[in-house]
Nanobody, 121 residues
Framework: QVQLVESGGGLVQAGGSLRLSCAAS????????VGWYRQAPGKQRELVAAASSGGRTNYADSVKGRFTISRDNAKNTVYLQMNSLKPEDTAVYYC???????????????WGQGTQVTVSS
């Protein structure tokens, strides 16, 4: 089983950037799809971006062109580079594993504590 820990959140002004990190333990990380998810107050958790073990990616329409997911399998880490941040990006961000890109909206693991991202206007 892959265990994932998120970090890198913070407070940033609209238009700014942040890079989130998801550090994984477990030897199967290299063959696991990993997704970034977020949950804003009063809203359901949603898939933001996902990356397969082979490097294919997909994104929610709301973040396309602004967010980039990448992975460094040597470091067992997945990143989410967030540029041109908007107040509506404010949420707790989580990472989790999935069977495939196609099933990234049905993550497999338990949820960690996440990392808070707050974008001020």
């Amino acid at each position: 089983q892959v265990q994932l820990v998120e970090s890198g959140g913070g407070l940033v002004q609209a238009g700014g950037s942040l890079r989130l990190s998801c550090a994984a333990s477990g030897s199967i990380f290299r063959i696991t799809t990993v997704g970034w998810y977020r949950q804003a107050p009063g809203k359901q958790r949603e898939l933001v971006a996902a990356a397969s073990s082979g490097g294919r990616t997909n994104y929610a329409d709301s973040v396309k062109g602004r967010f980039t997911i990448s992975r460094d399998n040597a470091k067992n880490t997945v990143y989410l580079q967030m540029n041109s941040l908007k107040p509506e990006d404010t949420a707790v961000y989580y990472c989790n594993s999935a069977l495939s890109l196609g099933s990234a909206n049905r993550p497999l693991g338990s949820w960690g504590q996440g990392t808070q991202v707050t974008v001020s206007s």
